[in-house]
């Protein structure tokens, strides 16, 4: 029994870290409590910022669009901005992370199990942080299968909640389809997005395009990035919707995610796109985000 609490106290040097409500605890042993209503009902809100190269990209605006999901639906702030940016840095020295992702989920908190809000909860909050391997360039290169399956979603995707039943049903399909994204599609047979990133294609003239950010999709960080991006590069681009047919006859597809940044898509269902290897644009598009991430897009 002493040998075993020692074992534990020595997965404690190496584990990883959680905060849960105010501590900082152990990965293993970090629970809230079952009548949180975000296990209860999903409701709550996440975000998930990536860290490279030490750095985190667009941290800032994460921790807007979390204020904003959770204003959309009437959830107290936690903790205020301040906290919450020190709580995230501390997370990522406990944790050791240069390469990886910060997983922030904020909730309504623990109430007696009735649909309306309760009148008194404290929201709660939890953070997680984990390494992560980039891609290798050969498989930037050689792009990643998409599959198309309907947008079964509920129509308010621009707030990043946990209800995300649709969205694990959908990358389910994808993999056992041996494809990466499932391209989600609405009832005009235009793409709304993926299941955890942005879709993009690049027209046979070269125009970059993506659907406009309204309530039928998430506005990714990613993907305000890469229009600034292009931009500042003089790409040419529209925010409108495109057709699984358009997108099938397009010279570039790609997707865009905090975890993916840019990443090519080569083959949607069956079709392959271009020549079946990475576009040019895409490329420099990826390029220029990674640039953008190491420098303005950068905090510590
Ligand atoms: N769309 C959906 C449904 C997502 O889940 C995500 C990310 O998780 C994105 C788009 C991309 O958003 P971001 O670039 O902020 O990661």
């Not at 039928?216 to 681009?237: E, F, H, M, P």
């Not at 420099?284 to 303005?296: F, H, P």
Request: glycine share 6%.
């Amino acid at each position: 029994m002493i040998f075993y609490v020692f074992l534990l106290d020595y997965r404690f040097i190496m584990a990883r870290i959680a905060y849960v409500n105010g501590r900082f605890l152990q990965h293993s042993y970090a629970t809230v409590h079952i009548d949180d209503r975000g296990y209860q009902f999903a409701d709550g809100v996440y975000e998930v910022i990536v860290m490279y190269n030490g750095m985190m990209i667009d941290e800032l605006i994460h921790l807007d669009r979390l204020d904003r999901s959770l204003k959309e639906l009437q959830i107290r702030k936690p903790v205020s901005r301040a906290a919450l940016r020190s709580i995230i840095r501390e997370i990522v020295r406990l944790n050791k992370i240069k390469y990886g992702l910060i997983y922030l989920q904020v909730t309504r908190g623990i109430a007696k199990r009735e649909h309306q809000f309760p009148n008194k909860s404290q929201p709660s909050i939890i953070l997680t942080a984990k390494s992560i391997t980039m891609p290798s360039r050969k498989t930037i290169e050689d792009g990643i299968k998409v599959i198309t399956i309907k947008d079964i979603r509920w129509k308010r995707r621009d707030i990043k909640s946990l209800s995300l039943l649709a969205n694990i049903i959908g990358k389910q399909k994808a993999i056992e389809k041996g494809a990466f994204e499932a391209w989600q599609v609405d009832d005009n047979g235009k793409i709304t997005e993926g299941t955890s990133s942005n879709a993009w294609i690049v027209t046979q003239n070269g125009v970059l395009i993506t659907r406009t950010a309204d309530h039928d999709i998430l506005n990714g960080v990613t993907r305000v990035s890469i229009l600034k991006l292009a931009d500042r590069l003089g790409v040419q681009y529209k925010e409108q919707s495109f057709s699984v047919q358009e997108a099938k006859a397009a010279r570039e597809a790609f997707i865009s995610s905090a975890t993916t940044f840019v990443t090519p898509v080569t083959q949607i269902d069956d079709v392959l796109i271009g020549n079946g290897k990475a576009g040019a644009l895409s490329l420099s598009l990826r390029n220029g985000y990674i640039e953008y991430a190491n420098n303005e897009g950068a905090t510590c």
